[in-house]
Nanobody, 121 residues
Framework: VQLQASGGGLVQAGGSLRLSCAASGRTFIRYAMGWFRQAPGKEREFVAAITSGGVTYYADSVKGRFTVSRDNARNTVYLQMNSLKPDDTAVYYC????????????????WGQGTLVTVSS
C-alpha cells in the first residue's frame, strides 16, 4: 500500500483544514487508517484512527474538533480539522495498519510522506 497525504497549509487559529490521504492498491478496505502528527522536537503522536468497519478513535487533545472519515470507493481517508490551535502545528502523517491496536505508530505497516500544518496565533 502506498499512501499520499495532502491538504496541509498555513491557517489562523480557529480556522479549519481538511487533510486527505490517498491509498494505492485494492486492499485499502482491509486496513485501519490512522493519522499521527509530529511537532519539532517531539515524538510522533496519535491523532485519530478509523477501522475498516468505520469505528473511529481520537486523541483527547483533538476530540470534538477533528473528524476522521474514509471513502473506500476512492481509497481515501480524510481528517477534518476544525477550531485549530497553535498547538496543532505539526507534520501530519497518515498510516495503514492490518492489526487491531491503533494508537501506537509502531503498529502501523505503511506510512505516507507527511503534510505540514501550521496554525498561527
Amino acid at each position: 500500500v502506498q499512501l499520499q497525504a495532502s491538504g496541509g497549509g498555513l491557517v489562523q487559529a480557529g480556522g479549519s483544514l481538511r487533510l486527505s490521504c490517498a491509498a494505492s492498491g485494492r486492499t485499502f478496505i482491509r486496513y485501519a487508517m490512522g493519522w499521527f502528527r509530529q511537532a519539532p522536537g517531539k515524538e510522533r503522536e496519535f491523532v485519530a484512527a478509523i477501522t475498516s468497519g468505520g469505528v473511529t478513535y481520537y486523541a483527547d487533545s483533538v476530540k470534538g474538533r477533528f473528524t476522521v472519515s474514509r471513502d473506500n470507493a476512492r481509497n481515501t481517508v480524510y481528517l477534518q480539522m476544525n477550531s485549530l490551535k497553535p498547538d496543532d502545528t505539526a507534520v501530519y502523517y497518515c498510516a495503514a495498519e492490518s492489526g487491531t491496536y491503533y494508537f501506537s505508530p509502531a503498529r502501523y505497516d505503511y506510512w505516507g510522506q507527511g503534510t505540514l500544518v501550521t496554525v498561527s496565533s
